[in-house]
């Protein structure tokens, strides 16, 4: 399912215009990291053109940002692009899946999880 806001079809245009052009995020977000809209996020008044409100619409259920690019139709940069900047608003909460010592077992029940999730989002 592709909610991106356009209407007329995939256009890259739009999406890196959503971010003003840049495609590396404020902070560093794993594309299986967990976003979650805050209080002051679902309280955002509706604006469907706006990918702001998108967003935080998509993530009153958690979402990983690989899953927000899947259903947004855009490039993960972009998608951690917006992440980074809604968390920077606090419109949205980001949790990390793993931990630096996690072992080989919980990347791959974390990998598969993601794939499950992104075919979902199609």
Known sequence: MNTAV???GPALARPYSWTGGRTEPAVELAVEARVRTTARGAALPQR???AQWTVTQLCLRPRSVAE?????GVPLGVARV??????????????ATLTHDADADERRDLIERV????RTAR
């Open 6 to 8: 356009n209407g007329d």
């Open 115 to 118: 794939l499950s999730g992104l």
């Open 68 to 72: 927000l690019a899947a259903h947004l």
């Open 48 to 50: 469907r053109a706006s």
């Open 82 to 95: 917006l992440v980074a900047d809604l968390l920077a608003d606090d419109l949205v909460t980001v949790q």
